[in-house]
């Protein structure tokens, strides 16, 4: 599974990194900003995972950037649980695969894993 992490916060980043190389089967790569995005205009990716903390709104922009051309990927948005509610009341239309909040627990963490893994395995 080809998995894009766009995260500035470099503590969350490590975690998540470091979370996810448990996995043999999850191949990430790791970007910042919209020149991270600009990745997936030239290689295809399983999921997205979008970072956005603080007053920063850069990680909502690159997810609305994101879905302007590409509605089908999995979406995974990392963010604080005040924004986390927010993003919670969008998630339909954003098509938002699942929200994660910081500080990250690693059961947390193992939830989407685990539920993109299954759609992995059945598609």
């Given at each position: 599974m080809q998995i894009l992490l766009l995260e500035k916060d470099k503590v969350v980043r490590d975690q998540i990194l470091v979370g996810l190389q448990n996995?043999?089967?999850?191949?990430?790569e790791c970007g910042e900003g919209y020149r991270g995005l600009s990745k997936t205009r030239s290689r295809s990716y399983d999921c997205l995972i979008i970072g956005c903390n603080g007053d920063d709104e850069e990680g909502f922009e690159?997810?609305?950037?994101?879905?302007?051309?590409?509605?089908?990927?999995?979406?995974?948005?990392?963010?604080?649980?005040?924004?986390?509610?927010?993003?919670?009341?969008?998630?339909?239309?954003?098509?938002?695969?699942?929200?994660?909040?910081?500080?990250?627990?690693?059961?947390?963490?193992?939830?989407?894993?685990?539920?993109?893994?299954?759609?992995?395995?059945?598609?």
């Open positions: 996995f043999p089967d999850f191949a990430v690159l997810l609305e950037s994101f879905r302007e051309y590409d509605r089908s990927t999995d979406v995974v948005f990392v963010t604080n649980f005040k924004k986390g509610k927010v993003i919670m009341s969008k998630r339909s239309k954003y098509n938002i695969f699942s929200v994660l909040h910081v500080p990250i627990e690693p059961a947390e963490l193992l939830r989407p894993v685990g539920r993109l893994r299954r759609r992995q395995v059945a598609s």
